[in-house]
């Protein structure tokens, strides 16, 4: 894109005037490492008008959540469609492998072809690590003869490179389809886009605190998580929530709530480009109706961290609101617990996910939407029978050992003030002060900093025989429910994502997805 000082622009639909697509000259090759900025901050860093006329221009071509280096991918698949060029090879995070990005890898492979690619590879950006993909692509192939091969990924000859910077016989994850029995299930959490939360010491003081309607301040204030809260020790952070509906002048009877609010929530929301976000300045920007409905009614659900180094996923009191770093599956059961934490779901997440630096990303849409359940075992069915009862044994096991060795009852007292329990809140664990601890601060110190090392991340890093062997039993359990009486842990990944892929190609198939 280009901008000019001209009256006229040749943007047919819209844009801004004076910008308008640069023409790029005839070449034999195009190469370079386009800027990387991904789509949710190309708002931010370009501008509003700049980012509306660019998607504007590329729609159809390019999808409108795309990373900004993709335009630069689809401009050079064009100029090789149209004869401008035989060859390309371009630098891109390697996110481009997933998500809206990848489709603009999927046009490259229908008109033209990959023949040489490094799907992820360290790269130091202005003293930060991340991890890139490289891709080659063009119409013409050079044959391959001694010494070179004519298509090559990561270093190795494959007879095809997939849109995903994969290759194999029957392993295109790019063909899988969202399945109907899986929507409306996952959500990410919600957005705030201010400082709503608080520590959770002022949060429990606000509930004992009167208000001019009568009503306690855990109509507004309640737990909060984030990813972190999962990945490591939670914070007992708590967040001011009014809700999808709430007006202001109902929000303003929760006094103390909305004194802070007013204080630290609306000064910030004010200069927000959104003109929603604006005006209704003490809801969250995304409160998700979607997740919210679905939750009504259960007593827990399933998180996940957006983004995490192991693919954890974990129980949440329904109590607690999610941050958008969680993604929420509405589920209550042990059975659908224990299909997502097998090795299955794990190996098809982070093949269908993308990832930040070296910390794969779980997302609603392309990761838990596109992943075939075991049949009868889906999230729309009742999970009854035998091997419904199985998986729930073999997850609510190994739920019971992590918890066990986070918080090792010889270690931690569990504890809720009165307005806690009456609101329904659940209990925050704290280092157990015994006679014998309380005489003895330097104990009580370091039982708190024992405990602090107890973090899922820590546990699944070292992966003790426990962990394994309870992993392994849960595994077993799905297998025997996927009816693979052939599988044992030394089944390779490449088998195991094949038949999911069948098996999602012919679900989508049946049910007209």
């Known amino acids: 894109m280009e901008s000019v000082a001209q009256e006229s622009s040749p943007f047919a639909r819209g844009g801004v005037r004076g910008i308008f697509e640069a023409q790029w000259p005839q070449a034999d090759v195009i190469i370079g490492n386009p800027p990387f900025l991904g789509g949710s901050k190309m708002l931010r860093e370009l501008g509003e008008d700049y980012v509306q006329t660019l998607r504007s221009e590329y729609d159809g071509r390019v999808p409108g959540g795309a990373d900004l280096v993709t335009y630069w991918f689809e401009k050079a698949r064009a100029q090789i469609e149209?004869?401008?060029?035989?060859?390309?090879?371009?630098?891109?995070?390697?996110?481009?492998?997933?998500?809206?990005?990848?489709?603009?890898?999927?046009?490259?492979?229908?008109?033209?072809?990959?023949?040489?690619?490094?799907?992820?590879?360290?790269?130091?950006?202005?003293?930060?690590?991340?991890?890139?993909?490289?891709?080659?692509?063009?119409?013409?192939?050079?044959?391959?003869?001694?010494?070179?091969?004519?298509?090559?990924?990561?270093?190795?000859?494959?007879?095809?490179?997939?849109?995903?910077?994969?290759?194999?016989?029957?392993?295109?994850?790019?063909?899988?389809?969202?399945?109907?029995?899986?929507?409306?299930?996952?959500?990410?959490?919600?957005?705030?886009?201010?400082?709503?939360?608080?520590?959770?010491?002022?949060?429990?003081?606000?509930?004992?605190?009167?208000?001019?309607?009568?009503?306690?301040?855990?109509?507004?204030?309640?737990?909060?998580?984030?990813?972190?809260?999962?990945?490591?020790?939670?914070?007992?952070?708590?967040?001011?929530?009014?809700?999808?509906a709430m007006t202001e002048a109902d929000a303003a009877l929760y006094e103390t709530p909305f004194e802070y609010v007013v204080q630290h929530v609306k000064p910030e929301r004010e200069k927000n480009n959104r003109e929603?976000?604006?005006?209704?300045?003490?809801?969250?920007?995304?409160?998700?109706?979607?997740?919210?409905?679905?939750?009504?009614?259960?007593?827990?659900?399933?998180?996940?961290?957006?983004?995490?180094?192991?693919?954890?996923?974990?129980?949440?009191?329904?109590?607690?609101?999610?941050?958008?770093?969680?993604?929420?599956?509405?589920?209550?059961?042990?059975?659908?617990?224990?299909?997502?934490?097998?090795?299955?779901?794990?190996?098809?997440?982070?093949?269908?996910g993308t990832s930040l630096e070296d910390r794969p990303r779980y997302t609603p849409t392309t990761t838990f939407e596109t992943f075939p359940f075991p049949e009868g075992l889906t999230p729309h069915d009742t999970l009854t029978g035998r091997n419904a009862e199985a998986i729930a044994e073999a997850a609510r096991k190994l739920n019971l050992l992590r918890d066990n060795w986070l918080n090792p009852p010889e270690w931690v007292d569990w504890l809720r003030t009165p307005e806690e329990e009456k609101a329904g809140y659940p209990a925050r664990p704290i280092a157990k002060v015994d006679a014998d601890v309380g005489r003895d601060s330097s104990r009580l110190v370091g039982l708190k900093s024992d405990l602090q090392k107890r973090t899922l991340t820590n546990l699944y890093n070292a992966r003790s025989a426990w962990l394994d062997n309870a992993h392994k039993t849960l595994d077993a359990a799905v297998a025997k429910a996927y009816g693979w009486n052939d599988y044992t842990p030394e089944m390779p990944d490449e088998e195991i994502l094949r038949r999911l892929l069948v098996l999602n190609l012919a679900r989508a198939n049946n049910s007209g997805a």
């Open 82 to 244: 149209a004869g401008k060029c035989r060859r390309a090879g371009l630098v891109a995070t390697n996110s481009i492998r997933g998500g809206a990005n990848q489709q603009v890898l999927a046009r490259i492979c229908d008109t033209s072809k990959i023949f040489n690619a490094w799907s992820d590879e360290e790269w130091i950006n202005e003293g930060a690590a991340v991890r890139v993909s490289l891709v080659c692509f063009g119409i013409s192939v050079i044959p391959a003869r001694a010494g070179i091969q004519s298509v090559v990924l990561n270093g190795n000859s494959v007879e095809t490179i997939h849109a995903d910077l994969t290759a194999g016989e029957g392993l295109n994850l790019t063909q899988a389809q969202p399945l109907k029995e899986n929507a409306g299930v996952c959500f990410m959490g919600a957005s705030k886009k201010a400082p709503f939360d608080i520590p959770g010491e002022l949060a429990r003081k606000w509930l004992t605190l009167p208000n001019p309607n009568s009503r306690p301040n855990s109509d507004v204030v309640r737990p909060w998580a984030n990813g972190m809260d999962i990945t490591r020790r939670a914070s007992d952070t708590w967040i001011i929530d009014y809700g999808l």
């Open 276 to 352: 929603a976000y604006r005006k209704y300045w003490w809801r969250h920007a995304e409160a998700r109706p979607g997740m919210r409905a679905a939750l009504k009614g259960l007593p827990r659900y399933i998180a996940t961290p957006h983004v995490s180094k192991h693919r954890i996923f974990v129980w949440v009191d329904a109590a607690v609101l999610p941050d958008q770093m969680l993604i929420v599956t509405t589920r209550s059961d042990d059975t659908t617990f224990g299909i997502l934490h097998s090795r299955f779901h794990e190996l098809w997440s982070l093949r269908m």
